[in-house]
């Protein structure tokens, strides 16, 4: 008997390091039939929620608010220089993101049509201890000098204490079931997606 079709979509957890170009790829990855969700843009959600914004005051004090909204850079300095700090604010978002990105998944199985693939961003896959949610990793890596000219250049605060937070690129990658390399153009990114999404999907 064949496993019903919403059993079919494969579900990938897309990461890399700051500045590799996982935005980009997960926009392609878009572009080429599959449905995306942003482990980041559920943060952002979160750190929305009167909820969130009364634990971190409690806990950060009131300079990480501005104007009754959530500083994320001012967070950002406060975590990333505290290891205390870091562990506490993970402890509290990850929970709830992997609880997000379940109910999505949830959602997708029953989709009708039936996406190519479910792909999930996190910068923090395997930190998180998430991959084990994922039928597929991917990590998207690039040179070092070119993910931090793009990190400059996009004003992320605190670059080489969140740098030093996740593992290296090298490590990302030999944990990922498939390394995707962003040094060249968005083209060839995409040469790159469209490979690794024909041999996820061909296992369906």
């Known amino acids: 008997m064949h496993a019903p079709a919403a059993a079919r979509v494969p579900f ?8 590799a170009g996982k935005s980009t790829a997960l926009a392609i990855l878009e572009d080429l039939g599959a449905v995306t969700m942003s482990a980041d843009a559920v943060v952002h959600e979160l750190l929305g ?3 969130l ?5 409690q806990r950060l004090g ?3 608010v501005r104007d009754g909204v959530v500083d994320r850079g001012a967070v950002a300095e406060r975590v990333f220089s505290s290891p205390e700090d870091r562990d506490w604010i993970e402890d509290l ?3 709830r993101v992997g609880e997000r990105i379940a109910h999505w998944r949830e959602q997708i199985l029953v989709a009708d049509p039936r996406p190519l693939a479910a792909v999930v961003e996190s910068p923090l896959l395997f ?4 991959e084990g949610r994922f039928d597929h990793t991917v990590a998207v890596i690039a040179e070092e000098r070119l993910r931090e000219r793009r990190a400059v250049s996009r004003g992320h605060q605190a670059v080489s204490e969140r740098g030093g937070r996740q593992l290296t690129q090298e490590e990302k990658s030999q944990r990922a079931d498939f390394t995707v390399r962003n ?7 995409r040469g790159e997606l469209t490979r690794v999404l024909a041999t996820i999907t061909a296992e369906v």
């Open 49 to 51: 929620t009167d909820e």
């Open 183 to 189: 040094d060249g153009t968005e083209t060839e990114l």
């Open 53 to 57: 914004r009364d634990a971190l005051v």
């Open 127 to 130: 930190e998180a201890g998430m």
């Open 12 to 19: 990938v957890g897309l990461t890399g390091g700051l500045g």
């Open 62 to 64: 009131d300079g990480v």
């Open 93 to 95: 978002l990850w929970p």
